[in-house]
């Protein structure tokens, strides 16, 4: 059975740092490619960065690029998301999205909140 759980986010300040984490179960982890994606209060969820299934590329939206850093360990099964040069828009409930064979899959989100 896949299962996604994130970790991690909370309160930041806008222009501090914060790191959200995914750990992953269920299916072939270095096989597939992950993501993250957000959804703010009002807003529709909405793609952040991505990251192939070696780690080798990474592509991110052009809000967050050269601000958050994704990132995967495939011995441990887990993808994090760096978050730094924090704004208040960031602020939204940040999940982890693995696209496999059976459909796609997300966790039950993790909050992230930035005070100005």
């Known amino acids: 059975q896949v299962q996604l759980g994130e970790s991690g986010g909370g309160l930041g300040h806008s222009g501090g740092s914060l790191r959200v984490s995914c750990a992953a179960y269920?299916?072939?982890?270095?096989?597939?490619?992950m993501y993250w994606q957000r959804q703010a209060p009002g807003k529709a969820r909405e793609f952040v960065a991505k990251?192939?299934?070696?780690?080798?590329?990474?592509d991110y939206a052009g809000s967050v690029r050269g601000r958050f850093t994704i990132a995967r360990d495939n011995a441990e099964n887990t993808v994090s998301l760096q978050m730094d040069s924090l704004r208040p828009e960031d602020t939204a409930v940040y999940y982890c999205?693995?696209?496999?064979?059976?459909?796609?899959?997300w966790g039950q989100g993790t909050q992230v909140t930035v005070s100005s």
């Open positions: 999205q693995a696209q496999i064979w059976s459909g796609n899959y």
């Open positions: 269920g299916f072939t982890f270095g096989n597939y490619p």
């Open positions: 990251i192939s299934s070696r780690g080798a590329t990474t």
